[in-house]
Nanobody, 127 residues
Framework: QVQLVESGGGSVQAGGSLRLSCAAS????????MAWFRQAPGKEREGVAS???????AYGDSVKGRFAISEDSATNTLYLQMDNLQREDTAMYYC?????????????????????WGQGTQVTVSS
């Protein structure tokens, strides 16, 4: 059974930084396509960042240049470094894992590409 547990959320002022972590079941980070999504109140869940094949990454337009996704296969952990946070980044952030590796995922920032989800960690940005 795939388990994903997010941590690192919290409250921060605009312009600040946070790093989210996702502790995954063994081998998941190294063998599956992984991503971060977020959902703000009253809005649909949106893809924030994902790993893609050949070690590349993909980002949503609203976070490009501010967020960075990374992974540590040795500790089965996925990270999301978030810098220059803005009020519009306030949301519940979710870690997601696909059923396959990134080479088989054609839409890495789309929710249907992922089968397994964590329970989320809240990020609140105040001005």
């Amino acid at each position: 059974q795939v388990q994903l547990v997010e941590s690192g959320g919290g409250s921060v002022q605009a312009g600040g930084s946070l790093r989210l972590s996702c502790a995954a079941s063994k081998y998941i980070v190294s063998r599956r396509c992984m991503a971060w999504f977020r959902q703000a109140p009253g809005k649909e869940r949106e893809g924030v960042a994902s790993t893609v094949s050949d070690g590349r990454t993909a980002y949503g337009d609203s976070v490009k240049g501010r967020f960075a996704i990374s992974e540590d296969s040795a500790t089965n952990t996925l990270y999301l470094q978030m810098d220059n946070l803005q009020r519009e980044d306030t949301a519940m952030y979710y870690c997601a894992a696909a059923s396959l590796g990134c080479a088989a995922v054609s839409l890495p920032l789309q929710e249907p590409s992922y089968r397994h989800w964590g329970q989320g960690t809240q990020v609140t940005v105040s001005s």
